[in-house]
């Protein structure tokens, strides 16, 4: 039951990394590596603000400025020095990791005998307490998102990855719709960063490895389970589907794999879903399942 | 007569500059756009048609010269800030239009063509009623498609579109780059009837490029040929009266009629 609420838990708290991918991976349709700097970024800023002494509340929002720094960098170099985003994102997360490695002074630093966010929740069973920070971040993190894209700005911001060419025809400023998206999406990412940090109770500089493609798979489950969404539930739908890939990490684990190979399984199981509508087209999955369901009632 | 909205001062547009292909594609031009004016434009490929396009809208600098909106200087003025006055309906039904957003939502982002956008929600349902009146007015069944993305809309339903959204929000300058080119002929003959009618009903000053020698004849009170970046002919509304497609193939005999 506990690794469950566990699961759950980490689901949660990897949604609000997803949610951030979303915004340039789905809506301007951007390669953002910069997450995999970013994202140990904020858990490197939280941990070392708590370490000194600063309130983890105060330590969380700094890591998630620091991250919608790093996204700025990114933008700018992509926007203005004219480099290419896929190309600006390597190089920002490369030059995070340095910049990761001088905020803590050291590899990793931990957050024993600290007090977290997490401590908000007393009296909890255990891992409740990763739970309900989770819900309440994802929450409101979700509802900003849901509300900032119904209006005006949003829906530039939207037109802006939909088609550049029309947006700039009429008068939206495309380089500020992009560097506003990379800056806030990789400010998610730093905060999901930061709450995974107080959640494990360590930073470490080499968290980063691997992040993009356990963000991608919250979002790309999500839509492969549910399919054709509005772009309010596809929001909703990036947690669920970050709580099913918790799921499946957990029942591969439970299988015997060892945690040492969980980037191989985290890359296997983001190949599988991405594969999924080439296979569908293929084979008529969605067919086949419905058929099945079909006949079993 | 009245004063010129916009105006273009011996404009130069160089490229390849400082080598030995260097070449102007636009070519000490000047050139008066007058309230009202509907000008169609004609010229082979190549001809500075599209510069022509660019300059007006700020895709592209001059080298030299001067551009002028009222008689100020905005030579350098950016894209984003000539929407305000400008807008531009483009050959490729997929460049004019968001495929994934609504008709609708695609709409209302025009509406507010060169205006600052911010954090008010977008107030998209208090604005059906007039799209669903506007769309009818195309009669090819878009009004009964505003909650479909653009994207699955066909190529004639998504460039009326795309000429709805740049009229809905009367633009000083409308700039029509061969909006008809990509369309079948029944299809690109009925958004021509559409173009016609709202740019005469609401008085709209408009530039048109087209390959076809009989639109250039028949719509417009001017028609402007263009010839290896330069103005070869600015014919007058009285002027194009008399002239037809016979004679304007001697002119230049190369234009595809």
Known sequence: MSIIVSAIGQGLTWGVVGIGLFLTFRILDFPDMTVEGTFPMGAATCVAAIYNGVPPILATLLAMIVGMLAGLVTGLLYTKGKIPVLLAGILTMTAAYSINLRIMGRANLSLYGKSTLLDSFKGLPPYFNSVFLGMLVIFVVTGLIIYFLQTNLGQAFIATGDNPVMAKSLGISTDTMQIMGLSVSNGFIALGGALVAQNNGFADVNMGIGIIVVALASIIIGEVVFGELTMNERLIAVTIGSILYRFVILIVLQLGFNANDLNLISAIVLAIFMMFPAFEKRFKVRRTIAKGATRNE | ?257
């Open chain 2, 1 to 257: 007569m009245s004063e010129p909205i916009f105006e273009i001062k011996d404009a130069v547009v160089k490229v390849n500059a400082g080598t030995p292909e260097e070449i102007n594609i636009m070519d000490h031009v000047n050139f008066k756009i007058n309230p009202g004016d509907f000008i169609t434009i004609l010229g082979t490929n190549g001809a500075g048609k599209s510069t022509l396009f660019n300059i007006i809208g700020g895709d592209l600098h001059l080298s030299s010269g001067q551009i002028l909106l009222h008689g100020k200087d905005i030579t350098n003025m950016s894209v984003e800030k000539r929407t305000r006055f400008l807008s531009r309906v483009f050959q490729d039904p997929k460049m004019g239009t968001a495929p994934r957003m609504t008709v609708a939502e695609n709409l209302l982002l025009s509406k507010k063509r060169g205006q600052h956008r911010g954090l008010g929600t977008r107030k998209l349902k208090q604005n059906m009623a007039e799209f669903h009146k506007l769309t009818q007015t195309m009669n090819n069944g878009l009004d009964e498609r505003l909650d479909t993305p653009t994207g699955d809309l066909s190529g004639g339903q998504r460039q009326a579109l795309s000429f709805l959204m740049a009229t809905i929000k009367r633009p000083e300058i409308l700039l029509l780059d061969e909006h008809t080119a990509a369309l079948d002929p029944q299809t690109s003959a009925d958004l021509m009837r559409a173009t016609n009618e709202r740019i005469t009903e609401d008085k709209l000053t408009c530039l048109m490029i087209t390959h076809h020698l009989e639109d250039a004849l028949k719509y417009g009170n001017r028609l402007v040929v263009l010839e290896h970046g330069k103005i070869k002919y600015d014919f007058s509304a009285e002027e194009k009266s008399n002239l037809t497609k016979e004679k304007m193939l001697t002119f230049f005999g190369d234009i595809d009629g």
